[in-house]
């Protein structure tokens, strides 16, 4: 199975700041990834689609960039909204895999 | 606009069986491949099975190939998964997803997902 590992796991930090997530793949998943959004007691939302396509309605505050093995998410300025949990996920093979999640809190 | 929503989820004892449902509109369900994703509360999500717009592709995790079926009736807009021999690590709230257009963009809609619990 290809293993996602995000980085960091919790993120500190304060509205109005930029700040990157993480995500790398155990091996080459071109650019086969998405990443999530996730509010406690909710499901998950889709904010971009093959690493760098944003859904239509997602903030362009969010952008996604890479390929292959290393992946991150930007996030330009943070609304308050914002924090909560991100996922990525890796649609190259199967198992479709996700990694296990970053937090992002109020600093 | 696009609705998922779960059914079917219960407590059930190790080794039982159980059958998800999920009921789906807003779209045109045939047209999509469809997804079950499960969520251990306060843990991460894990992919568990999908299906092709007609049912004819499928497939699954390694944990659950031979003890989950994933099915669909387009006709009545639904998404099954059957579940037998089902064990403790099967406890889980699980979603069912729709794909975007293409597969492999990731999912676009989720239901709130229908809690099954896997107990002695």
């Known amino acids: 199975d290809i293993q996602l590992t995000q980085s960091p796991a919790f993120l500190s930090a304060s509205v109005g700041d930029r700040v990157t997530i993480t995500c790398r793949a155990s091996?080459?998943?071109?650019?086969?990834l998405a990443w999530y959004q996730q509010t406690p007691g909710k499901a998950p939302k889709l904010l971009i689609y093959?690493?760098?396509t944003l859904l239509g309605g997602v903030p362009s505050r969010f952008s996604g960039s890479g390929s292959g093995t290393e992946f991150t998410l930007t996030i330009s300025s943070l609304q308050p909204e914002d924090f909560v949990l991100y996922y990525c996920?890796?649609?190259?093979?199967?198992?479709?895999?996700f990694g296990q999640g970053t937090r992002l809190e109020i600093k | 606009e696009v609705q998922l929503v779960e059914s079917g989820g219960v407590v059930v004892q190790p080794g039982g069986s159980l059958r998800l449902s999920c009921a789906a509109s807003?779209?045109?369900?045939?047209?999509?491949?469809m997804h079950w994703v499960r969520q251990v509360p306060g843990k991460g999500l894990e992919w568990v099975a999908l299906t092709s717009w007609d049912g004819f592709t499928t497939y699954y995790r390694d944990s659950v190939r031979g003890r989950f079926t994933i099915s669909r009736d387009n006709r009545k807009n639904s998404l099954y998964l059957e579940m037998s021999s089902l064990r403790i690590e099967d406890t889980a709230l699980y979603h069912c997803?729709?794909?975007?257009?293409?597969?492999?963009?990731?999912?676009?809609?989720w239901g709130p997902g229908t809690t099954v619990t896997v107990s002695p």
């Open positions: 093959a690493a760098s």
């Open positions: 091996q080459g998943i071109e650019r086969y």
């Open positions: 997803a729709k794909a975007s257009a293409h597969w492999y963009d990731g999912m676009d809609a």
């Open positions: 996920q890796q649609l190259n093979t199967y198992p479709i895999t």
């Open positions: 807003g779209f045109t369900f045939d047209d999509y491949t």
